[in-house]
């Protein structure tokens, strides 16, 4: 399935630019997710991330497109989507209690592969070798970041309960833009983004439960309040909407190839935040993840000019 053209007055380049951006503003939801993991409850606290989104999104798209029901047709197929999402992030945060935002960026890098398995079940995407080599470079790269290019640990399995969850999260995280693909009706990104968030917010209303009552809020910390409204802001309202019109628009696996940035900025923002530089040995396993992006990037271009080729 040829991914849509571009929206009217934007340009490829810009849609990829959209979603570098949208990959800059995830990246810091590791370091923050990392410093208020502990805080509060991860149901309470991811309820009050995508409930914020929710309240953000609901003029906007009454502005822009009127708050229509979407029918239980469409709101089924949001829910599928919403999902992947709501495991997706809470294994993300219930993880970064025992592991470190290094750790889930690293991990976070065998999602295109992952998407690309799910593209060719649920969308035909192929599989072509660019993205099976992508699959295998990035999964070298990540398998080196976490284990710190210590053969020792990587023979003997060193991972710790933290990395294993977010790998679970990692697996529902694939599903996340196929399925966006093979559900989007046409209707503007904007209200697709609306229902999903406000599905997320109803699902983690559920998980909480009783937490969203017990939990003391008063002796919550500052910084993890304004750590929840910067994700739901930056990470949610901001790169949602850019990854899902990403995804519409040049597809799911160029889309999520720009994970593979996410070890390198989670470096950077660590080392700005004052947390210093990883080990010398861990730097090789960034720059293959890195080279798995641009051998999937360029595989997909190719693969496009090719069956331009065969329809001209």
């Excluded at 997706?88 to 690293?106: E, Q, V």
């Excluded at 947390?275 to 271009?301: D, F, M, N, W, Y």
Aim: proline residues 5%; neutral net charge.
């Amino acid at each position: 399935m040829a991914a849509p053209p571009a929206p009217r007055g934007v340009s490829t380049p810009g849609v990829h630019a959209g979603v570098f951006v949208a990959m800059f503003l995830i990246s810091f939801s590791y370091p923050v997710g990392e410093a208020i993991a502990n805080e509060m409850n991860t149901g309470a606290m991811l309820f009050i991330r995508f409930g914020l989104a929710m309240a953000i999104f609901a003029p906007l798209v009454a502005w822009r497109h009127g708050l229509a029901w979407p029918g239980w047709r469409t709101l089924a197929g949001y829910a599928a989507i919403s999902t992947s999402l709501v495991a997706f992030f809470w294994c993300m945060f219930y993880g970064l209690r025992t592991t470190s935002a290094l750790n889930t960026g690293a991990i976070s890098t065998l999602i295109p592969g992952l998407t690309a398995i799910a593209g060719a079940i649920l969308v035909g995407e192929r599989l072509g070798w660019h993205r099976l080599a992508a699959l295998g470079i990035g999964l070298v790269g990540a398998l080196w970041v976490v284990f710190r290019g210590d053969w020792d640990r990587f023979v003997a399995l060193d991972l710790n309960e933290g990395d294993l969850i977010f790998f679970a999260g990692c697996v529902a995280m694939g599903f996340y833009s196929p399925l966006v693909r093979l559900f989007h009706r046409g209707e503007p990104v904007l209200v697709m983004t609306f229902w999903i968030a406000t599905i997320n917010a109803t699902w983690f209303l559920l998980i909480a439960n009783e937490a969203l009552w017990t939990t003391a809020w008063m002796d919550v910390p500052l910084f993890a309040y304004g750590g929840v409204v910067f994700v739901a802001i930056c990470s949610t309202v901001i790169a949602s909407f850019l990854m899902q019109w990403g995804t519409i628009t040049i597809g799911p696996t160029r889309v999520q190839a720009y994970s593979y940035l996410l070890p390198a900025l989670v470096i950077a923002i660590d080392w700005a935040l004052g947390k210093g530089l990883p080990s010398a040995l861990t730097i090789p396993g960034v720059v293959i993840v890195l080279a798995a992006s641009l051998v999937i990037q360029r595989g997909e271009i190719f693969a496009g000019r090719s069956a331009d080729a065969a329809r001209s």
